[in-house]
């Protein structure tokens, strides 16, 4: 059995995505925790349902560091294909219960597709009907107009289906670990394949729920009993802003923007 990846050198050890997985693993980390005391209207759960697929994501992202340390890069592109997928299903799921709920009318108090999903009785639709419901809604159209304004998601989706797929024959070679390719490049594709998706996947949550960017501070006076000051309801968690500031505003500022102007959080452009 082969042993030595002679091919991981300096350079690939320490390239700025092994960074990236670890600052978004924190993040989603820090943000299902965040989520976790907003209830989820449609369902019986007691725990906000989006903090266990965070959690999941978190782990997608450390199974993504291990699998690039191996040198195989065919296989965190399936994990990436695989994330993106999580991203766009988790929206779906947010919008399926908005879209649906009616405080009076209580036959929406339980949204038959997410507690089919919930239970394990009912499977959600398939990722073209999902994703497509996503691209149709009304409430997302903003951020989906400026996400469509060019093909780089087309791209992110097809480096992800090359290399699932082996459409070609150097995807088989980058999995091999103890091949000598250059992979550098490769690197810096899946680096900013995984930001493109990490971006959609925080403008478009945020957009829709504005609530979960919100820092602890109003729930942590309150627990302690002392009366929260005035708008604090409305701080910005700081592992959101910081990310924020880090990779969204610098990479794109149009979805940015939009998603400052569309919410009532103090979140600082």
């Known amino acids: 059995m082969k042993s030595t990846n002679y091919q991981l050198d300096k350079d690939y050890l320490n390239h700025k995505v092994f960074k990236r997985l670890r600052e978004y693993s924190k993040f989603y980390d820090q943000l299902g925790f965040g989520v976790m005391g907003f209830i989820t209207t449609s369902t019986g759960s007691m725990v906000n349902i989006d903090t266990y697929v965070y959690s999941s994501m978190q782990g997608t992202m450390d199974s993504m560091w291990s699998t690039l340390r191996k040198g195989q890069?065919?296989?965190?592109?399936?994990?990436?294909?695989?994330?993106?997928?999580?991203?766009?299903?988790?929206?779906?799921t947010n919008l399926i219960i908005e879209d649906n709920f009616n405080i009076e009318d209580p036959s929406t108090f339980k949204n038959p597709t997410i507690d089919g999903w919930l239970k394990g009785g009912k499977q959600l639709p398939e990722y073209r009907i999902v994703s497509q419901y996503v691209k149709d809604s009304t409430?997302?159209?903003?951020?989906?107009?400026?996400?469509?304004?060019?093909?780089?998601?087309?791209?992110?989706?097809?480096?992800?289906?090359?290399?699932?797929?082996y459409n070609f024959y150097r995807h088989v070679l980058l999995n091999d670990g103890q091949i000598y390719q250059?992979?550098?490049?490769?690197?810096?594709?899946?680096?900013?394949?995984?930001?493109?998706?990490?971006?959609?996947?925080?403008?478009?949550?945020?957009?829709?729920?504005?609530?979960?960017?919100?820092?602890?501070?109003?729930?942590?006076?309150?627990?302690?009993?002392m009366t929260p000051p005035d708008g604090?309801?409305?701080?910005?968690?700081?592992?959101?802003?910081?990310?924020?500031?880090?990779?969204?505003?610098?990479k794109r500022a149009d979805l940015a923007k939009e998603l400052v102007n569309s919410t009532s959080m103090e979140l600082i452009l």
């Not at 994990?79 to 766009?88: A, E, G, V």
């Not at 951020?143 to 090359?162: E, F, H, M, P, Q």
């Open 232 to 250: 604090c309801q409305y701080w910005v968690a700081p592992y959101v802003q910081t990310v924020f500031d880090k990779y969204v505003k610098p």
């Open 182 to 225: 250059e992979r550098i490049i490769s690197l810096n594709n899946f680096l900013h394949d995984l930001d493109q998706i990490f971006i959609q996947h925080f403008v478009y949550l945020f957009y829709l729920n504005g609530h979960y960017l919100m820092a602890s501070d109003y729930t942590d006076y309150m627990d302690v009993g």
């Open 139 to 165: 409430k997302l159209k903003p951020i989906t107009d400026l996400l469509a304004r060019d093909s780089r998601y087309k791209g992110v989706r097809d480096r992800c289906n090359d290399h699932t797929h």
């Open 73 to 92: 890069i065919g296989d965190a592109y399936a994990l990436l294909r695989k994330f993106y997928d999580s991203t766009i299903i988790n929206i779906y």
